[in-house]
């Protein structure tokens, strides 16, 4: 037990200024220490087995009697059998860590596409994703922790949108799921997701599909292709060629826009398009018919360019430039279309089986079992069937019927 000290005033503390500790007594082992101009308190106690010196403050920020108010603190504590230095040190350590984890949900998405961008098809993809978070969840939840977030802000963010801009809205509830999901893994924060849709959402918000009507995209009816690609290849420019090259082969504008002459060998007839610029990621080989492949070896190149179809400056063609091409011919088209045409021409006019079109359009298996044993990609059998619609395609006499509907199947 320590030796009792006189306990001292304010007074007499105040003029204390010689290097040294010094008992204030009031409560025992409290001292005053003081090292050139700092000073500071010390309570000295046995804390189980050991002797600690605890450090309660500088002075004059704390008083004299609040030194005092302290040391009776950390003293009764230490009766109750707990070390409150100990106490105090994982109190730091838990603060620390909790300011470490605390990140607003704008800093969230920014990791978690960091992390993601491996994965991205372009970077208009990325560019997509921060729009629409900076846009509809930005001003609601951005500079809000990440682990604040509530199922009323979700929801905040979700139903001025829902019913009148319900793709958008859908996508915007996936992007702030899987960016509260990473953050929860990264241990931002805890429990359930207020983002989720199965379960939870779905319960207060009606379902896309009975909200949004479906607008297909347009497409020419099967006997208009040959007249349409008689007008075509009486036009000139890039985007005429790309737009010709993109009907013979059935692939997306994506696709064509991106063709470089690496992925081509005209000996072979054959376009590899790789994995990193198809939609179901996997690599495609093209079959080019004698049409397609005449329509590039007639195509000039540029030096030190890749691109099959360079646009201005050397860079691909704007999603746009091929669209503009079927406006300008007063058709109510768009270039996806012409991926229905292929195969309503492959179902309606020839034999081919279904899996052989299928395959040519690129679309992904959707049985796990089926697309397990499947090893092949039925070039040979493509080919046939390629340069038969590219036959098809050169034969203007054929004409009939108005711009259709593509339907829900057709529009991947």
């Known amino acids: 037990m320590p030796k009792r000290a006189r306990e001292l005033s304010a007074l007499e503390i105040g003029r204390l200024s010689a290097p040294g500790l010094f008992a204030v007594g009031g409560v025992p082992g409290l001292y005053l220490q003081i090292n050139g101009a700092a000073k500071s308190w010390i309570l000295r106690a046995l804390i189980g087995r050991k002797r600690r010196d605890m450090g309660l403050g500088g002075y004059p920020a ?27 040190d994982r109190a730091k350590s838990a603060l620390l860590a909790a300011q470490a984890s605390a990140i607003t949900f704008a800093v969230a998405a920014r990791m978690f596409m960091d992390g993601r961008s491996d994965e991205w098809r372009s970077d208009k993809h990325r560019q997509q994703w921060a729009n629409t978070l900076d846009t509809y969840a930005g001003p609601i939840i951005g500079s809000m922790h990440v682990a604040d977030v509530r199922k009323e802000h979700v929801l905040a963010i979700l139903e001025p949108i829902w019913k009148t801009k ?23 924060r805890e429990g359930e997701n207020p983002a989720r849709w199965r379960g939870h959402l779905d319960k ?25 690609m008689a007008d075509l290849r009486m036009r000139e420019g890039v985007g005429a060629r790309a737009l010709e090259l993109l009907v013979l082969t059935a692939a997306r504008s994506g696709e064509v826009r991106g063709a470089a002459w690496s992925e081509i060998d005209l000996e072979g007839a054959t376009w590899t398009i790789p994995a990193s610029r198809m939609k179901a990621h996997q690599e495609h080989r093209v079959p080019l018919s004698k049409p397609a492949v005449r329509l590039l ?38 270039p996806h279309g012409f991926r229905s045409t292929f195969r309503d021409w492959c179902s309606e006019r020839t034999s081919y089986p279904a899996e052989v079109a299928e395959m040519a359009l690129a679309h992904a298996i959707g049985n796990k079992v ?18 038969a619609w590219a036959d098809f395609c050169s034969d203007p006499s054929i004409t009939s ?9 057709d529009v991947a």
């Open 62 to 88: 704390v008083t004299l009697a609040m030194a005092r108010e302290k040391a009776r603190q950390a003293r009764a504590a230490i009766d109750a059998g707990t070390d409150p230095i100990l106490e105090r």
């Open 166 to 188: 319900t793709a958008t809205a859908t996508r915007v509830r996936g992007r702030i799921e899987q960016v509260l999901d990473w953050a929860t893994a990264r241990g931002h």
């Open 204 to 228: 207060l918000l009606s379902r896309p599909n009975k909200i949004a009507k479906v607008e297909h995209h347009a497409a020419l009816p099967i006997d208009a292709v040959g007249a349409f």
């Open 297 to 334: 070896k007639a195509l000039p190149r540029l030096d030190g360019c890749d691109l099959v179809f360079p646009g201005s400056r050397g860079k691909p063609l704007s999603d746009m430039t091929l669209t503009a091409i079927l406006r300008r011919m007063d058709l109510d088209a768009v």
């Open 370 to 387: 089926e697309a397990a044993y499947r090893r092949g990609d039925l070039l040979a059998k493509r080919a046939h069937m390629m340069e």
């Open 401 to 409: 019927g108005a711009v259709v509907r593509l339907r829900a199947r």
